[in-house]
């Protein structure tokens, strides 16, 4: 179940959202503040935020840069266009203003939370227990976390993508070359040589094979 955290001051509309989101079929949690939203972020992250800017305490527009990788609807009565493009430009993903039409509202969540899924599904590959972050330029094996260079996340992600396919080196010089222009023919093998120490370190399971005179693939 996707669960989203209304954060507003007003209990009457905080209810009403509540009880229009239960209906949908989403979790719902509250946060009355912006002190009290940044606690219930960290403590479990929600798949997206409806945002309220006139918060006691911390203010909305205080509050907007500090959430890091969740979706968030701004809806206010704050109507001004300035406001709006704002706060878009803070990272707002969409604004509504006060007062909304409910059915538009759950629209627009279900087409934030589309978007979500779908950037993070090709930000995010999995091969066994592996799991790499193409935004973080990082991977995770059993919860441990390796940090990669740009060089390493893109040749990952390419073998990745192909895992039960060996990718040649030419191939790999020509897939990442516009994002890497230090990977040349003569260090790719130096590349892949960190990369998999890295992995193996943490896992203790070699995750990449060379295919002799083919070049490399992920190993099951």
């Given at each position: 179940?996707?669960?989203?955290?209304?954060?507003?001051?007003?209990?009457?509309?905080?209810?009403?959202?509540?009880?229009?989101?239960?209906?949908?079929?989403?979790?719902?949690?509250?946060?009355?503040?912006?002190?009290?939203?940044?606690?219930?972020?960290?403590?479990?992250?929600?798949?997206?935020?409806?945002?309220?800017?006139?918060?006691?305490?911390?203010?909305?527009?205080?509050?907007?840069?500090?959430?890091?990788?969740?979706?968030?609807?701004?809806?206010?009565?704050?109507?001004?266009?300035?406001?709006?493009?704002?706060?878009?430009?803070?990272?707002?993903?969409?604004?509504?203003?006060?007062?909304?039409?409910?059915?538009?509202?759950?629209?627009?969540?279900?087409?934030?939370?589309?978007?979500?899924?779908?950037?993070?599904?090709?930000?995010?590959?999995?091969?066994?227990?592996?799991?790499?972050?193409?935004?973080?330029?990082?991977?995770?094996?059993?919860?441990?976390?390796?940090?990669?260079?740009?060089?390493?996340?893109?040749?990952?992600?390419?073998?990745?993508?192909?895992?039960?396919?060996?990718?040649?080196?030419?191939?790999?010089?020509?897939?990442?070359?516009?994002?890497?222009?230090?990977?040349?023919?003569?260090?790719?093998?130096?590349?892949?040589?960190?990369?998999?120490?890295?992995?193996?370190?943490?896992?203790?399971?070699?995750?990449?094979?060379?295919?002799?005179?083919i070049g490399f693939k992920m190993r099951g």
């Amino acid at each position: 179940m996707q669960n989203i955290l209304v954060i507003d001051d007003d209990i009457y509309i905080g209810d009403m959202l509540e009880e229009a989101l239960h209906k949908e079929g989403y979790g719902v949690s509250r946060a009355y503040s912006g002190t009290e939203a940044l606690m219930a972020v960290g403590q479990k992250k929600p798949d997206l935020i409806l945002l309220d800017l006139m918060l006691p305490g911390l203010s909305g527009e205080e509050l907007l840069p500090q959430i890091k990788g969740i979706p968030v609807i701004v809806v206010s009565a704050k109507a001004d266009v300035a406001d709006k493009v704002g706060l878009l430009m803070a990272g707002a993903c969409d604004y509504v203003t006060k007062p909304f039409n409910i059915a538009e509202l759950i629209a627009r969540i279900a087409v934030q939370l589309r978007l979500a899924q779908s950037n993070e599904s090709a930000e995010k590959l999995c091969f066994g227990e592996l799991v790499l972050h193409c935004d973080t330029l990082t991977a995770e094996v059993g919860g441990e976390e390796v940090r990669l260079t740009r060089t390493e996340c893109a040749i990952l992600k390419l073998l990745m993508q192909n895992p039960n396919t060996p990718v040649g080196r030419t191939t790999i010089l020509d897939r990442i070359s516009m994002d890497t222009p230090d990977c040349t023919e003569r260090s790719l093998k130096q590349h892949i040589s960190n990369m998999r120490k890295k992995l193996e370190s943490v896992s203790g399971h070699d995750y990449i094979e060379a295919v002799y005179g083919i070049g490399f693939k992920m190993r099951g």
